[in-house]
T-cell receptor
Framework: EDKVVQSPLSLVVHEGDTVTLNCSYE??????LLWYKQEKKAPTFLFML????IEKKSGRLSSILDKKELFSILNITATQTGDSAVYLC?????????????????FGKGTKLSVKP | ETGVTQTPRHLVMGMTNKKSLKCEQH?????MYWYKQSAKKPLELMFV???????ENNSVPSRFSPECPNSSHLFLHLHTLQPEDSALYLC?????????????FGQGTRLTVV
């Protein structure tokens, strides 16, 4: 069965700390891995990763994918209270059927990050 | 299993058909969401219901019509769709819109419009 496991489930740090969030997966026919940040509203897209070893970076956030070991990490440096949120990892798996294919999203349960002043 | 169940998992429909997507949660949550995910794109929020009241409609075409008869059920009625509406439709729920709690997603309905 396809699954996505995130760790830790929750994390409390202080402003200025650096955090690393983990996402491991077991899926058949992997297509991409996505990270989302969820605050009070809908999850907001952070990164989409499709290739191993290529770091994606946006400000203080960065992420990398290891398709051999089947995991991804999300790093946040110099954390701020505004980084407090649930970070969702999702893996898109390709489902094959007669006549074509389609991708299905499998989400992890998320990591709840709390950044204290 | 997240506690949010969507049916059907897959749907193929013609442009003149009328169909409905169903979402059900028994987590005691009061907020429910419909998202759309197109190929190679991130999640797009479509509708939000909080305590059975629609609180957000993110400029979604009228061919998509949501319905929330109670806090546990959410429907998305579809009619005269276009091929570009083919996507993965995700339902999610959370405690409410004010609480800082995570949303639980269903596994989605993969919709193909032919």
């Amino acid at each position: 069965e396809d699954k996505v496991v995130q760790s830790p489930l929750s994390l409390v740090v202080h402003e200025g700390d650096t955090v690393t969030l983990n996402c491991s997966y077991e899926v058949t026919n992997f297509r991409s891995l996505l990270w989302y940040k969820q605050e009070k509203k809908a999850p907001t897209f952070l990164f989409m990763l499709t290739s191993s070893g290529i770091e994606k970076k946006s400000g203080r956030l960065s992420s990398i994918l290891d398709k051999k070991e089947l995991f991804s990490i999300l790093n946040i440096t110099a954390t701020q209270t505004g980084d407090s949120a649930v970070y969702l990892c999702a893996v898109e798996a390709i489902v094959l059927f007669y006549g074509g294919s389609q991708g299905n999203l499998i989400f992890g349960k998320g990591t709840k990050l709390s950044v204290k002043p | 299993e997240t506690g949010v169940t969507q049916t059907p998992r897959h749907l193929v429909m013609g442009m003149t058909n009328k169909k409905s997507l169903k979402c059900e949660q028994h987590l005691g949550h009061n907020a429910m969401y419909w998202y759309k995910q197109s190929a190679k794109k991130p999640l797009e929020l479509m509708f939000v219901y909080n305590f059975k009241e629609q609180t957000e409609n993110n400029s979604v075409p009228s061919r998509f019509s949501p319905e929330c008869p109670n806090s546990s059920h959410l429907f998305l009625h579809l009619h005269t769709l276009q091929p570009e509406d083919s996507a993965l439709y995700l339902c999610a729920s959370s405690q409410d819109r004010q609480g800082n709690t995570e949303a639980f997603f269903g596994q989605g309905t993969r919709l193909t419009v032919v």
